[in-house]
């Protein structure tokens, strides 16, 4: 069995956030949002899938993914799914389908507002399509149309991602919600040019075991571990782990994989909703110098490649010079309870491995900027001026909003010693939504910074985070709630003390490559891969040689690489280097869209999403045994909970909300929470109460405090479902 016809068989995938709005059409709103019309009551009800799953096949450093979703409408007339979700940046999305009934639709790339139009003009003649945009490169929409009552669709979205290598371990991250982004610069705009709203995402209370995910692993690299530092998996080998992989469909009875699988992971059944990110880490056993390679053939024949240089740590031995630090530290309400204090405590680590004869800027920021030293000029990092640093980080709190391009525009005017190398390190979960502005400063400024980000959280906008780097020219360093802060710093300190390579440039020895792709960043630092796609003709191993400059002096890498394309398990590098090529077109226009139309060719040509384009899926084939979405989502083992019809009448009266409902129904639990998923109150009534049919709420939270004006989420469990909806509370009224 090969990876390409594992990737096929049903899978995963992410949560889905749900947004914030009650009472107003879904068309009649700008902006993506998450939910479905009622169209008896029209008002907005708050959904997430039924069920999901997430399978990946992890080989030569790349992760290729399949997400499964099932969603119901659960009215009594046809709606509209209209849902908002993550995906990790840097995956290639590639193909989406989606089964309704008998019928399979297979979608296709076309320009953004044709596919638009086409979905629009089939949903108001009642029939069925589905339509997937990027809202930004880690943000997608899709819509179902003209879902029946009662109906089910089934969604599969492909896509395909490198994995990140640090010091000699592959990391794949995987996000599960969607944090609640700071409403920064103007109005807060998505690539499309449109509003960004909060999004709703399904609470931690929420029923754990319809969410899968599932991990084969197949590596020319042998592994000393293979672990998650943010859920509860199964690990072991194939043979080990194979009962689990057949009751969750990921591998047939009778399947004889044809790679060489050396591990297999599973997100163990949980109680709870895994609403964080899922990060999977596969630690190689020996840190040799080498390299992996991926080739694939086009359906042209054309050749690709995508090549990781792992250089030895040797090539970097150096001493550093004195160094003109600067610290940025996001204290911005996001960053409440842990992340401030892994932030405080990176920050205080940095700070002790300076010498006097650096230099030292410490600012905080949320609605304003804060100078420790009570203005912008660089100190000395002397003994009483890093106590001074220390007290100041020491005393922040949480306060404000995000205005994150306010503080880089800051950090930037500091002036500049021309004796010493000026970084930048930027403590911050990066949930913005002026991404591009803050990106675009960094990239245009004359000075080229160098940018080092620091993200603390379980739910990171690593997209942000890692453009950032890439354009400064750094490097990010993502910090989990289980991870030891100061086992992080020190790697990154070690990069940052070790003589970086510059003036890049790379000789494949006589093969013939073309449209070859090099990193964005102009430095490569200790324990970090040099990656590089492109095209090429010819076979054969070649002598591929790196040249740099180290500290001003000539140094060289060179590695001895195959490239002849004996399989087509890299099926998905063409689709990687079209990814990339779409993202360095993206950067080098800033925020404005003169290369709309290279992106659109590069998207159509390669069936690559992108911001310009969108999945469509309106051509019906019927259904077989062999292209079942559906049949590869039944016999899993979990107990789906059944979805049901809107059962009850929610009406606000004065400062009371009434929940009202009707025979048999009883009522098991009642939450409300607030739009980002957090429980607010918790009801549960006696066997009586249950079936009374009315349920009274006097606008107070758990604590007896009264909840101030605004929208929360309603959650109703009866012992054939649950619904969420959408209301808005506001007692003056």
Same mark, same amino acid.
Not at 255 to 264: C, E, N, R
């Given at each position: 069995?090969?990876?390409?016809?594992?990737?096929?068989?049903?899978?995963?995938?992410?949560?889905?956030?749900?947004?914030?709005?009650?009472?107003?059409?879904?068309?009649?709103?700008?902006?993506?949002?998450?939910?479905?019309?009622?169209?008896?009551?029209?008002?907005?009800?708050?959904?997430?899938?039924?069920?999901?799953?997430?399978?990946?096949?992890?080989?030569?450093?790349?992760?290729?993914?399949?997400?499964?979703?099932?969603?119901?409408?659960?009215?009594?007339?046809?709606?509209?799914?209209?849902?908002?979700?993550?995906?990790?940046?840097?995956?290639?999305?590639?193909?989406?389908?989606?089964?309704?009934?008998?019928?399979?639709?297979?979608?296709?790339?076309?320009?953004?507002?044709?596919?638009?139009?086409?979905?629009?003009?089939?949903?108001?003649?009642?029939?069925?399509?589905?339509?997937?945009?990027?809202?930004?490169?880690?943000?997608?929409?899709?819509?179902?149309?003209?879902?029946?009552?009662?109906?089910?669709?089934?969604?599969?979205?492909?896509?395909?991602?490198?994995?990140?290598?640090?010091?000699?371990?592959?990391?794949?991250?995987?996000?599960?919600?969607?944090?609640?982004?700071?409403?920064?610069?103007?109005?807060?705009?998505?690539?499309?040019?449109?509003?960004?709203?909060?999004?709703?995402?399904?609470?931690?209370?929420?029923?754990?075991?319809?969410?899968?995910?599932?991990?084969?692993?197949?590596?020319?690299?042998?592994?000393?571990?293979?672990?998650?530092?943010?859920?509860?998996?199964?690990?072991?080998?194939?043979?080990?782990?194979?009962?689990?992989?057949?009751?969750?469909?990921?591998?047939?009875?009778?399947?004889?994989?044809?790679?060489?699988?050396?591990?297999?992971?599973?997100?163990?059944?949980?109680?709870?909703?895994?609403?964080?990110?899922?990060?999977?880490?596969?630690?190689?056993?020996?840190?040799?110098?080498?390299?992996?390679?991926?080739?694939?053939?086009?359906?042209?024949?054309?050749?690709?490649?995508?090549?990781?240089?792992?250089?030895?740590?040797?090539?970097?031995?150096?001493?550093?010079?004195?160094?003109?630090?600067?610290?940025?530290?996001?204290?911005?309400?996001?960053?409440?309870?842990?992340?401030?204090?892994?932030?405080?405590?990176?920050?205080?680590?940095?700070?002790?491995?300076?010498?006097?004869?650096?230099?030292?800027?410490?600012?905080?920021?949320?609605?304003?900027?804060?100078?420790?030293?009570?203005?912008?000029?660089?100190?000395?990092?002397?003994?009483?001026?890093?106590?001074?640093?220390?007290?100041?980080?020491?005393?922040?709190?949480?306060?404000?909003?995000?205005?994150?391009?306010?503080?880089?525009?800051?950090?930037?005017?500091?002036?500049?010693?021309?004796?010493?190398?000026?970084?930048?390190?930027?403590?911050?979960?990066?949930?913005?939504?002026?991404?591009?502005?803050?990106?675009?400063?960094?990239?245009?400024?004359?000075?080229?910074?160098?940018?080092?980000?620091?993200?603390?959280?379980?739910?990171?906008?690593?997209?942000?985070?890692?453009?950032?780097?890439?354009? /400064?020219? @750094?490097?990010? $360093?993502?910090? #989990? +709630?289980?991870?030891?802060? &100061? *086992?992080? %710093?020190?790697?990154?300190?070690?990069?940052?003390?070790?003589?970086?390579?510059?003036?890049?440039?790379?000789?494949?020895?006589?093969?013939?490559?073309?449209?070859?792709?090099?990193?964005?960043?102009?430095?490569?630092?200790?324990?970090?891969?040099?990656?590089?796609?492109?095209?090429?003709? /010819?076979? @054969?191993?070649? $002598?591929?040689? #790196? +040249?740099?400059?180290?500290? &001003? *002096?000539? %140094?060289?890498?060179?590695?001895?690489?195959?490239?002849?394309?004996?399989?087509?398990?890299?099926?998905?590098?063409?689709?990687?280097?079209?990814?990339?090529?779409?993202?360095?077109?993206?950067?080098?226009?800033?925020?404005?869209?003169?290369?709309?139309?290279?992106?659109?060719?590069?998207?159509?040509?390669?069936?690559?999403?992108?911001?310009?384009?969108?999945?469509?899926?309106?051509?019906?084939?019927?259904?077989?045994?062999?292209?079942?979405?559906?049949?590869?989502?039944?016999?899993?083992?979990?107990?789906?909970?059944?979805?049901?019809?809107?059962?009850?009448?929610?009406?606000?009266?004065?400062?009371?909300?009434?929940?009202?409902?009707?025979?048999?129904?009883?009522?098991?639990?009642?939450?409300?929470?607030?739009?980002?998923?957090?429980?607010?109150?918790?009801?549960?009534?006696?066997?009586?109460?249950?079936?009374?049919?009315?349920?009274?709420?006097?606008?107070?939270?758990?604590?007896?405090?009264?909840?101030?004006?605004?929208?929360?989420?309603?959650?109703?469990?009866?012992?054939?479902?649950?619904?969420?909806?959408?209301?808005?509370?506001?007692?003056?009224?």
């Amino acid at each position: 069995m090969s990876a390409k016809s594992l990737i096929r068989l049903p899978l995963l995938v992410a949560a889905l956030a749900l947004s914030a709005f009650s009472q107003i059409p879904l068309d009649s709103l700008h902006g993506p949002l998450c939910g479905m019309i009622d169209p008896d009551s029209k008002l907005q009800v708050a959904i997430s899938p039924a069920f999901t799953r997430v399978n990946v096949v992890v080989t030569d450093a790349i992760a290729q993914i399949v997400v499964s979703q099932k969603f119901v409408n659960p009215f009594r007339a046809k709606s509209e799914a209209v849902y908002l979700f993550p995906l990790p940046d840097q995956g290639a999305v590639h193909g989406m389908k989606y089964q309704y009934r008998d019928s399979l639709y297979v979608a296709r790339i076309l320009e953004r507002e044709a596919a638009q139009a086409k979905y629009d003009s089939i949903k108001q003649a009642g029939g069925q399509a589905a339509l997937l945009l990027q809202e930004r490169p880690n943000i997608f929409m899709q819509r179902i149309a003209s879902m029946g009552p009662g109906d089910s669709a089934f969604v599969e979205i492909r896509l395909s991602m490198p994995l990140k290598f640090v010091d000699g371990e592959l990391e794949l991250a995987f996000p599960t919600r969607i944090g609640p982004r700071f409403q920064s610069g103007p109005a807060g705009k998505t690539s499309a040019g449109k509003a960004l709203a909060s999004p709703w995402n399904p609470p931690e209370d929420r029923s754990g075991p319809q969410f899968q995910f599932n991990v084969l692993i197949e590596s020319g690299m042998e592994l000393a571990s293979v672990y998650s530092p943010t859920h509860p998996v199964d690990v072991g080998a194939l043979a080990d782990m194979r009962k689990g992989l057949e009751d969750r469909l990921v591998l047939g009875h009778d399947d004889k994989p044809g790679l060489s699988f050396t591990s297999a992971v599973m997100l163990k059944t949980q109680a709870t909703y895994p609403n964080r990110d899922f990060v999977l880490r596969m630690k190689r056993a020996a840190s040799a110098p080498d390299f992996s390679v991926a080739l694939a053939a086009d359906a042209k024949e054309q050749r690709f490649f995508m090549l990781n240089l792992y250089p030895d740590a040797g090539l970097f031995a150096g001493k550093r010079g004195d160094m003109d630090l600067v610290l940025l530290v996001d204290v911005s309400g996001s960053q409440t309870g842990w992340p401030l204090e892994r932030e405080k405590e990176i920050a205080l680590n940095i700070l002790s491995r300076l010498t006097p004869a650096d230099n030292i800027s410490v600012l905080s920021f949320s609605d304003a900027v804060n100078y420790a030293f009570g203005s912008n000029a660089p100190v000395p990092a002397t003994a009483a001026n890093l106590a001074r640093a220390e007290t100041f980080i020491r005393g922040l709190s949480i306060q404000g909003g995000t205005q994150l391009l306010n503080a880089v525009n800051a950090s930037l005017a500091l002036p500049v010693s021309a004796e010493k190398q000026r970084y930048y390190v930027f403590l911050t979960d990066g949930f913005i939504t002026d991404e591009s502005a803050i990106v675009g400063a960094i990239a245009a400024h004359p000075s080229h910074p160098t940018i080092l980000t620091f993200g603390a959280g379980d739910n990171l906008n690593r997209y942000f985070l890692e453009e950032c780097a890439k354009v /400064g020219n @750094g490097f990010a $360093t993502p910090v #989990l +709630s289980g991870d030891a802060a &100061g *086992a992080l %710093v020190d790697a990154a300190w070690g990069r940052i003390e070790s003589p970086q390579l510059e003036g890049i440039s790379v000789d494949f020895g006589g093969l013939d490559t073309s449209a070859v792709l090099l990193p964005v960043s102009a430095r490569l630092y200790r324990g970090l891969p040099y990656r590089i796609s492109g095209m090429f003709s /010819g076979q @054969g191993t070649h $002598t591929v040689t #790196l +040249s740099a400059r180290k500290q &001003g *002096a000539p %140094v060289t890498l060179t590695r001895s690489v195959d490239f002849t394309v004996r399989d087509n398990l890299g099926w998905a590098v063409p689709k990687l280097w079209a990814r990339e090529k779409i993202g360095q077109l993206s950067l080098a226009q800033g925020t404005g869209s003169a290369n709309k139309a290279a992106i659109v060719k590069v998207s159509e040509d390669y069936q690559v999403l992108s911001q310009y384009t969108a999945f469509l899926a309106s051509e019906a084939q019927l259904v077989g045994d062999g292209n079942s979405i559906a049949g590869g989502m039944q016999a899993t083992g979990i107990q789906e909970a059944p979805m049901t019809m809107l059962f009850y009448d929610l009406t606000l009266r004065g400062s009371l909300l009434f929940l009202d409902w009707k025979a048999p129904v009883e009522v098991e639990c009642i939450r409300i929470y607030d739009l980002h998923g957090k429980v607010l109150f918790t009801y549960r009534p006696g066997a009586r109460s249950a079936a009374m049919g009315r349920w009274i709420w006097d606008g107070k939270d758990g604590n007896g405090a009264l909840l101030g004006r605004g929208r929360y989420v309603i959650s109703v469990q009866t012992r054939s479902g649950m619904r969420n909806q959408v209301f808005v509370w506001n007692p003056a009224h």
